[in-house]
C-alpha cells in the first residue's frame, strides 16, 4: 500500500501563487511517474501535471503551461506544484497520485491518490 498526503491548498487571490506539496509513504512505493489532478464542482476530475520519478521528466495540461510547475524530492518521496498567476478557473481540489506502470500520464489510470486539498482562488 501507498499512502499519499496532499498539503499545501487554501484561499488565494488572484494573480497569487500556492505551492502544494504530497507526500508518499509505503513499503511498495516504487513509482513511475506522480501527478497532479483537480476537480471543480461539478466537473470532472482533470489532468494537472505529472513527473517521471526516475528522469524527471514533465508533462502539463495546456490550460496550465507556464504558470504551474511540478517537480519532485526523491530523497523526501515528495512532489510539489508550484502555481502562479492563480486564476478564479484554478479553483478545484487538487489530488496527488502516483501510479507504477509505464503508460499515457494524462488519464486517471493511476493506482493510489491522496485526498485531495483545495484551492480557492478569489476574483
Known amino acids: 500500500q501507498v499512502q499519499l498526503v496532499e498539503s499545501g491548498g487554501g484561499l488565494v487571490q488572484a494573480g497569487g501563487s500556492v505551492r502544494l506539496s504530497c507526500a508518499a509513504s509505503?513499503?511498495?512505493?516504487?513509482?513511475?511517474?506522480m501527478g497532479w489532478f483537480r476537480q471543480a464542482p461539478g466537473k470532472e476530475r482533470e489532468f494537472v501535471a505529472a513527473?517521471?520519478?526516475?528522469?524527471?521528466?514533465?508533462s502539463y495540461a495546456d490550460s496550465v503551461k507556464g504558470r504551474f510547475t511540478i517537480s519532485r524530492d526523491n530523497a523526501k518521496n515528495t512532489v510539489y506544484l508550484q502555481m502562479i498567476s492563480l486564476k478564479p478557473e484554478d479553483t478545484a481540489v487538487y489530488y496527488c497520485?502516483?501510479?507504477?506502470?509505464?503508460?499515457?500520464?494524462?488519464?486517471?489510470?493511476?493506482?493510489?491518490w491522496g485526498q485531495g486539498t483545495q484551492v480557492t482562488v478569489s476574483s
Open positions: 497520485a502516483t501510479r507504477r506502470g509505464i503508460g499515457v500520464l494524462t488519464t486517471t489510470e493511476y493506482d493510489y
Open positions: 513527473i517521471r520519478w526516475s528522469v524527471g521528466t514533465t
Open positions: 509505503g513499503r511498495t512505493f516504487r513509482p513511475y511517474a
